[in-house]
């Protein structure tokens, strides 16, 4: 709660410290920015993108001699008050790869550069993935561009379904499914669960939830960032979709160690081969599993209460914060990064691109469960308000009341009627 409430504070001053200075060297839009800049790039990266992130970084300063790029990994809960307070004292870096969830935060406070004549001469702009693009937009103006992709899916393990006397070139497509092939899982006893989930995690049950609820085509928020209103109590696919994992539950479907899971191991239960089904992302799965594994492993979008799917459009943005020293340096290491040959390497530190034409035969051949990922993304959503943190991530917060008022006592309709009222207040709180 503190951690939110120093940002929020930080964040309410930051267009005014922004303004008091301006960076030196060549102005966005002008022949000379992001060309042969010199001096030293500081990079701020969260703890889960930096994998990422230092591979570029490396390649990079090997072939770029004349601009030195520093990274520094800030922890991921930290990210957002830290960064914040750096920017309102005027001691920002001059690139910041940010959740793509957090992007509107920073550009709704004027925190970021406005980047439009110079997105807009990006060579390859329209291979860029349009969801994560949105991220980095207000008023038909752009503040950053994308960066790495990270994806939620549905993955499941085609030994168990075998063993349980399922197809295993048959996933679950709805929620029915789901119940079904959860069930015949368990039968096989010996510690072996349908389905698994982190229960004490609300940013891993935000990332693997909510696609479900998506699926649908629906959405809690309503309305544009600053001004959006919670549209909790008449979400059906939300009242589905929390009343599944409490069938999961209570049923005795999921691992018993879901109820208590903070995300730390979260995962780790699928990749020992006890779990059938599990939502997760692509690096949980695919950059902890041994190559014997990963074959019996299939992947598929999250499905909707009756069919459809869809996907958490996760992952990081870049940024270029206002009164950084070196926006022209920044921009150089952001095209450079976005280009086809640095993007195709996302799989090996556990990520995907965000660009859909890397999804060649070869890349398919090579990762082929990446690809099946890269596939989802023209389903994929992610809101986009300023009011994530406060209502998905603050431990104890709405998101996290209501699902285990949901899913652990049971109590759906008590539930939904308490994330009405706490996702409103938190999104009064957050606009105010």
């Given at each position: 709660?503190?951690?939110?409430?120093?940002?929020?504070?930080?964040?309410?001053?930051?267009?005014?410290?922004?303004?008091?200075?301006?960076?030196?060297?060549?102005?966005?839009?002008?022949?000379?920015?992001?060309?042969?800049?010199?001096?030293?790039?500081?990079?701020?990266?969260?703890?889960?993108?930096?994998?990422?992130?230092?591979?570029?970084?490396?390649?990079?300063?090997?072939?770029?001699?004349?601009?030195?790029?520093?990274?520094?990994?800030?922890?991921?809960?930290?990210?957002?008050?830290?960064?914040?307070?750096?920017?309102?004292?005027?001691?920002?870096?001059?690139?910041?790869?940010?959740?793509?969830?957090?992007?509107?935060?920073?550009?709704?406070?004027?925190?970021?550069?406005?980047?439009?004549?110079?997105?807009?001469?990006?060579?390859?702009?329209?291979?860029?993935?349009?969801?994560?693009?949105?991220?980095?937009?207000?008023?038909?103006?752009?503040?950053?561009?994308?960066?790495?992709?990270?994806?939620?899916?549905?993955?499941?393990?085609?030994?168990?379904?075998?063993?349980?006397?399922?197809?295993?070139?048959?996933?679950?497509?709805?929620?029915?499914?789901?119940?079904?092939?959860?069930?015949?899982?368990?039968?096989?006893?010996?510690?072996?669960?349908?389905?698994?989930?982190?229960?004490?995690?609300?940013?891993?049950?935000?990332?693997?939830?909510?696609?479900?609820?998506?699926?649908?085509?629906?959405?809690?928020?309503?309305?544009?960032?600053?001004?959006?209103?919670?549209?909790?109590?008449?979400?059906?696919?939300?009242?589905?979709?929390?009343?599944?994992?409490?069938?999961?539950?209570?049923?005795?479907?999921?691992?018993?160690?879901?109820?208590?899971?903070?995300?730390?191991?979260?995962?780790?239960?699928?990749?020992?081969?006890?779990?059938?089904?599990?939502?997760?992302?692509?690096?949980?799965?695919?950059?902890?599993?041994?190559?014997?594994?990963?074959?019996q492993v299939g992947a598929v979008a999250l499905p909707g209460p009756d069919g459809g799917y869809s996907t958490f459009d996760g992952g990081a943005n870049f940024g270029i914060p206002r009164n950084g020293k070196n926006p022209s340096g920044a921009w150089e290491f952001i095209k450079w990064a976005l280009q086809k040959q640095q993007q195709v390497q996302a799989p090996t530190t556990g990520f995907e691109p965000i660009r859909a034409d890397v999804s060649t035969p070869a890349y398919k051949k090579?990762?082929?469960?990446?690809?099946?990922?890269?596939?989802?993304?023209?389903?994929?959503?992610?809101?986009?308000?300023?009011?994530?943190?406060?209502?998905?991530?603050?431990?104890?917060?709405?998101?996290?009341?209501?699902?285990?008022?949901?899913?652990?006592?049971?109590?759906?309709?008590?539930?939904?009627?308490?994330?009405?009222?706490?996702?409103?207040?938190?999104?009064?709180?957050?606009?105010?």
């Amino acid at each position: 709660m503190r951690w939110l409430a120093a940002a929020a504070g930080a964040l309410l001053l930051v267009g005014t410290a922004c303004g008091s200075s301006k960076p030196a060297g060549p102005a966005v839009g002008s022949a000379q920015f992001g060309v042969n800049a010199t001096g030293v790039v500081h990079f701020w990266d969260r703890n889960a993108t930096a994998p990422f992130g230092t591979l570029l970084v490396k390649e990079f300063n090997a072939t770029h001699p004349h601009l030195k790029v520093e990274l520094s990994p800030i922890q991921d809960t930290q990210y957002v008050t830290k960064l914040a307070t750096a920017i309102r004292s005027g001691s920002a870096p001059d690139l910041v790869g940010i959740d793509d969830i957090n992007s509107q935060l920073f550009i709704y406070n004027k925190a970021f550069l406005d980047l439009t004549p110079e997105v807009n001469k990006l060579p390859d702009k329209d291979k860029l993935s349009l969801l994560n693009v949105n991220l980095t937009t207000e008023n038909g103006h752009y503040y950053g561009t994308p960066y790495v992709g990270d994806l939620s899916m549905l993955w499941y393990n085609k030994t168990l379904f075998k063993k349980a006397g399922l197809d295993p070139n048959k996933p679950p497509r709805n929620f029915a499914d789901i119940l079904t092939d959860s069930r015949a899982i368990s039968k096989l006893g010996n510690g072996i669960y349908g389905y698994s989930f982190a229960g004490r995690c609300e940013g891993c049950l935000g990332f693997t939830m909510m696609p479900n609820v998506w699926a649908t085509r629906t959405d809690i928020f309503a309305g544009e960032p600053g001004s959006q209103k919670a549209t909790v109590s008449s979400n059906t696919a939300l009242r589905q979709t929390l009343t599944l994992y409490h069938q999961l539950w209570s049923e005795h479907l999921a691992a018993p160690e879901s109820e208590t899971e903070t995300g730390a191991t979260w995962g780790q239960d699928f990749l020992a081969g006890k779990i059938g089904i599990f939502p997760g992302g692509y690096g949980t799965v695919a950059a902890n599993a041994s190559p014997a594994f990963l074959k019996q492993v299939g992947a598929v979008a999250l499905p909707g209460p009756d069919g459809g799917y869809s996907t958490f459009d996760g992952g990081a943005n870049f940024g270029i914060p206002r009164n950084g020293k070196n926006p022209s340096g920044a921009w150089e290491f952001i095209k450079w990064a976005l280009q086809k040959q640095q993007q195709v390497q996302a799989p090996t530190t556990g990520f995907e691109p965000i660009r859909a034409d890397v999804s060649t035969p070869a890349y398919k051949k090579r990762y082929p469960l990446n690809a099946i990922v890269l596939d989802a993304l023209a389903h994929g959503f992610a809101p986009k308000t300023i009011s994530y943190n406060v209502t998905f991530n603050q431990p104890g917060g709405p998101w996290q009341q209501m699902y285990i008022k949901a899913i652990f006592d049971g109590n759906i309709d008590g539930a939904i009627k308490q994330g009405q009222s706490g996702f409103s207040d938190a999104l009064t709180q957050a606009q105010s």
